[in-house]
């Protein structure tokens, strides 16, 4: 079945520094991957997401590339600051099948400090 | 646009009580998805509605447990008779369109059970 996989956390940073967390997926098909933040006391936002074998997404800085060759899509960025202390979500749907349900990884607890 | 929104935000009620969690979805978008999030169990899928019909429920815990879309811009999640272990956080999201697309979610209820 479909499935993700998520490093665990949490991840503890100091600004400036480089990130990356990483995510695995198992899947039929030709998922859409995405990756969600939730900033403490809110809901999920969409950060990026790539619908395709090599597509990039980017977003505030992150980025992630859809790898078939290896089923992932680590997120990635080159220099993190405090607010971006969050929990990050890996989620796939699953190919061609419109109105299905995300599978989400269990998420990553990213802590930056200053 | 305006987004998903929940009500309430927080909710705090004795065991026994039933709860109802109320969910608008975002204009045209025709699925919906109801989750729940705590510490232990991370995010789970509880159910989801296309075009206003369940179609999966099999995350819904127990019979305690009901949600009804009664049409496109409304949808409720009833849990009756409530129990502490219910307490979580409750989200709602809806999308439209293709598999491609994002769910976007609500701000969540915040349900505490005494």
């Known amino acids: 079945g479909n499935s993700v996989t998520q490093m665990e956390g949490p991840v503890t940073l100091s600004e400036e520094a480089f990130l990356t967390i990483n995510c695995t997926y198992t899947?039929?098909?030709?998922?859409?991957l995405f990756w969600y933040v939730q900033y403490p006391g809110e809901g999920l936002q969409l950060l990026l997401k790539?619908?395709?074998?090599?597509d990039k997404g980017s977003n505030k800085g992150f980025e992630a590339t859809y790898r078939k060759e290896t089923t992932s899509f680590h997120l990635e960025k080159g220099s993190v600051q405090v607010s971006d202390s969050a929990v990050y979500f890996c989620?796939?749907?699953?190919?061609?099948?419109?109105?299905?349900?995300?599978?989400f990884g269990k998420g990553t607890t990213l802590s930056v400090s200053s | 646009d305006a987004g998903v929104i929940q009500s309430p935000r927080h909710e705090v009620t004795e065991m026994g009580q039933e709860v109802t969690l109320r969910c608008k979805p975002i204009s045209g978008h025709n699925s919906l998805f109801w989750y729940r999030q705590t510490m232990m169990r991370g995010l789970e899928l509880l159910i989801y509605f296309n075009n206003n019909v369940p179609i999966d429920d099999s995350g819904m815990p127990e019979d305690r447990f009901s949600a009804k879309m009664p049409n496109a811009s409304f949808s409720t999640l009833k849990i009756q008779p409530s129990e502490p272990r219910d307490s979580a956080v409750y989200f709602c999201?809806?999308?439209?369109?293709?598999?491609?697309?994002?769910?976007?979610f609500g701000d969540g209820t915040r349900l505490s059970i005494l």
């Open positions: 790539a619908t395709k074998a090599d």
């Open positions: 989620a796939l749907s699953r190919a061609n099948q419109a109105g299905t349900a995300l599978i």
């Open positions: 899947a039929t098909g030709y998922p859409s």
């Open positions: 999201a809806s999308t439209g369109g293709a598999a491609n697309q994002p769910q976007h």
